[in-house]
C-alpha cells in the first residue's frame, strides 16, 4: 500500500527565502551543520508522517474547514534545538493568528486519527540540521513575512536528498 509523507505547513514565498538565505549566510562561517536547501524553507504547523491515501484525503478535507485571516509575521531571532541539533530562525513575538491557526488545524486533524504533539509550538524555518554547536553573532534583522495560505508538503526522498513538494493549498478567506 503505497503511503505518504505528509505535514502541514506555511511556505514563504521567493522573496522571503532569499532574505532568509542572506541572513544565514552573514553568520555561516561560525556555524557548522548541514544547511538546508532553500527551496525547502518552510514553518511547519503539523507533522503527519507516513499514512495511506484514505487519511491523506480525510486530512486534506480536514484542512479545508479550517478558516483564518491573512496575518503579517516577522522572523527575527535565532534558536537551537540542541537535543535535534537543529539550528533555526523563528519569531520573538509570534502573532495570535499563527498561533491560533496551529490549534484549529490541530483539532480538524483529530478526526482524521492525528495526535498533535504535546510538546508548545515553536514557529521556526529549520537552517541547518546535524549542527552541534550555534553560538551565533546576534544581531538585529526583521524578514517581513505575509502569510496567506497553509499548505500540505509531501516529503520526498531521491538521489539529490529529500525535496517538499507542495500537494495542496489552502488559502485564506
Known sequence: MKTHRLFFALWPDEHVRQCITETLSSLQPSLEGRAMQPHNFHITLHFVGQVTEETKDCMHAAAQSVTAQA??????????????????MGLQKPPLQLVQLHKKLGIALEGCGFNTEERPFTPHVTLLRKCI????????????????????????????????QVIEKYPFS
Open 133 to 164: 554547536k550555534a553560538d551565533p553573532v546576534q544581531f538585529d534583522f526583521s524578514i517581513p513575512w505575509s502569510v496567506e495560505e497553509f499548505v500540505l508538503l509531501e516529503s520526498i526522498t531521491d538521489k539529490e536528498g529529500v525535496n517538499y
Open 71 to 88: 496575518f503579517q509575521l516577522n522572523l527575527d531571532c535565532f534558536g537551537h534545538f540542541s537535543k535535534a541539533k537543529i539550528f533555526w
